[in-house]
C-alpha cells in the first residue's frame, strides 16, 4: 500500500447497540475472540502501546499499534505498523448508532508506503484482511453475543 493510494474503507452495520460494539473493538478479551487471537493487551487511552506477531506462514509480521485518539463510544484511532518493516498507517473505527442498531467504519491510511513486493502489504490484502475481521469475524462474534 501507497500514500498514493486512496483509504480502504470498510464498513458494517451491525443489530447491537453501540456499546456492545465499543466493548468488542476495544476489550482484549473480546478483540482476542474475533481480531487477533494473541493481542496480549489493549486499552482505549491515548499512548497505550501494544506489540504482538502474526505468522502469515511465509513470515512473522510483528505488529506495533499506538492508540492516537479516543472518543468513548465514537472513534478509537490506531497507529499501526509492523516492527522490522517499511511502512505506517493510522486506522480509524468509527461507531454510529440509530434505531438501536451501529454501523462501523474502519478506515486505512498510508502514512508511509509499505513494501508492495510483499504480498501482504499490497492494497487487495488490506481490503481483504478488513472485510474479513468485520464483515465475517465480528459479525459472528456479536450475534453469538447480541442473540
Known amino acids: 500500500m501507497k500514500t498514493t493510494d486512496p483509504p480502504v474503507i470498510v464498513e ?14 476495544t476489550d482484549s478479551a473480546q478483540m482476542r475472540n474475533w481480531f487477533f487471537g494473541n493481542i496480549p ?22 505488529h506495533l499499534w499506538q492508540v492516537t485518539e479516543v472518543v468513548p463510544r465514537q472513534q478509537l484511532s490506531l497507529n ?10 493510522h486506522v480509524h473505527f468509527e461507531l454510529f448508532e440509530k434505531n438501536g442498531r451501529t454501523t462501523l467504519r474502519v478506515t486505512t491510511e498510508v502514512v508511509e508506503d509499505f513494501d508492495d513486493a510483499i504480498p501482504e502489504f ?8 478488513w472485510e474479513y475481521f468485520i464483515q465475517n469475524r465480528l459479525a459472528e462474534y456479536l450475534a453469538k453475543l447480541w442473540n
Open 80 to 89: 499501526w505498523k509492523y516492527d522490522g518493516f517499511a511502512g505506517d498507517s
Open 12 to 25: 458494517r452495520r451491525f443489530d447491537a447497540p453501540i456499546e456492545k460494539v465499543w466493548q468488542a473493538i
Open 122 to 129: 499490497r492494497r487487495e490484502n488490506c481490503v481483504g484482511g
Open 41 to 62: 493487551d489493549f486499552r482505549p487511552e491515548i499512548g497505550f502501546v501494544t506489540r504482538f506477531d502474526v505468522n502469515s506462514g511465509e513470515r512473522i509480521f510483528p
